[in-house]
């Protein structure tokens, strides 16, 4: 079976190469040429004949294939459908920014998690992706659009500590100074709550920016929203943020979305700011994106900044998430959704 070259470090390849007799300075061009987008190993135009047909033999080259794009007449967001050569699709969108080009991507093919306003969440999963698999997402949106990637958000489709090995070896090679060389203070991780991957990351002492999904004050609350809450309690979860923040010095940012009725009251604000009291925090607000059958509305523009104020005279920071490319329903799982349901009919 081929192995997959795009998701191996410099020094992986470094071994594998010296096996059959080649110096470590031919490992470092192959991992320039794959890290920098190579399509084809016959692309490598200063390594031998011979070498490539090796490595032809052996590696196979991820890619990323645009499926369906959708381009906000608003903002210029874009949004991708990308499949990869076994056929399964992903989300990734485009957005931009006065100080660049954010790529927001997927992790997973779907997700485990099932939290009931999402519409990944709701699709069930399929498969975790590889580090090569998310490089291929940020390589087909640079391609497609003509631009440099210079953030990243790990807030597309899937829960990137549920894929842990895979993500961190992603962070790595796109950080890689002769591959992408996007800087970890440049890219931020969201997750639903893993607790204990939670610990492990803040062991590692990445200077990215952890973006945690609580979307409720309580447990009752967000247990009925968000499963993963019944295995990994708010206590537990706000312990693990609590030693993630010493560990890394880094402010963590507390994704809620506001639903209507659900989560929105000042009570709820007032809950909220007593439990990540004293935190270094910032709380983003998100109107809840209506996916079909859920039955959640946003919360309105009102509601929100009363619900702000509330959280502000507690000494909470609060701000509420810009929302790029509305008209292309952005918030992932949407498209793939979409989709599915077109492939179903046909
Ligand atoms: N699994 C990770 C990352 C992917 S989801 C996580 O849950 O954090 C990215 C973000 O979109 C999360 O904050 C998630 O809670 C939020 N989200 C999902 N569905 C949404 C919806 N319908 N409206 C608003 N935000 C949503
Ligand atoms: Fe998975 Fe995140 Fe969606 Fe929850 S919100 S189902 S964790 S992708």
Not at 108 to 116: I, P
Not at 305 to 331: C, M, Q, Y
Request: include cysteine; glycine fraction near 8%.
């Amino acid at each position: 079976m081929l192995k997959d070259i795009g998701s191996m470090t410099r020094e992986e390849l470094q071994e594998a190469l010296k096996q059959w007799g080649e110096p470590a300075y031919r490992a470092s061009q192959v991992f320039g040429w794959v890290q920098n987008g190579v399509k084809s190993f016959d692309e490598m135009t200063n390594v031998s004949k011979k070498l490539r047909e090796q490595l032809i033999q052996n590696y196979y080259i991820s890619c990323a294939a645009i499926e369906k794009k959708l381009i906000s007449d608003y903002d210029g967001t874009r949004k991708y459908l990308l499949s990869f050569q076994d056929g399964e699709a992903v989300e990734s969108v485009l957005m931009q920014y006065h100080h660049g080009y954010t790529s927001c991507i997927s992790t997973q093919v779907g997700c485990k998690m099932g939290c009931t306003f999402c519409a990944t969440g709701q699709s069930g999963f399929s498969r975790n992706l590889t580090a090569s698999e998310m490089l291929a997402q940020l390589r087909a949106e640079q391609e497609d659009a003509g631009i440099r990637i210079s953030n990243i958000v790990l807030m597309g489709m899937g829960e990137p500590l549920d894929n842990y090995e895979n993500v961190l070896r992603f962070l790595e090679l796109v950080s890689h100074p002769d591959g992408m060389n996007i800087g970890m203070r440049h890219i931020s991780l969201s997750t639903c709550g893993l607790v204990p991957r939670i610990y492990d990351l803040a062991e590692r002492k990445l200077q990215l920016t952890l973006s945690v999904s609580l979307h409720a004050p309580n447990d009752q609350i967000r247990s009925r929203t968000m499963p993963v809450n019944r295995k990994y309690g708010i206590g537990q979860l706000l312990q693990a943020c609590r030693e993630y923040i010493r560990q890394t010095g880094r402010r963590i940012s507390f994704e809620y979305a506001m639903i209507d009725g659900v989560n929105d009251s000042d009570a709820h604000a007032s809950e909220l700011a007593s439990r990540l009291k004293g935190m270094l925090c910032h709380v983003n607000l998100i109107p809840v994106n209506t996916v079909g059958g859920t039955g959640y509305r946003k919360s309105c523009q009102d509601r929100i900044h009363r619900f702000i104020a509330v959280l502000e005279k507690a000494g909470i920071t609060a701000t509420v998430r810009r929302t790029l490319g509305s008209d292309i329903n952005a918030s992932c799982g949407q498209l793939r959704r979409a989709h599915l349901k077109e492939e179903q009919t046909e």
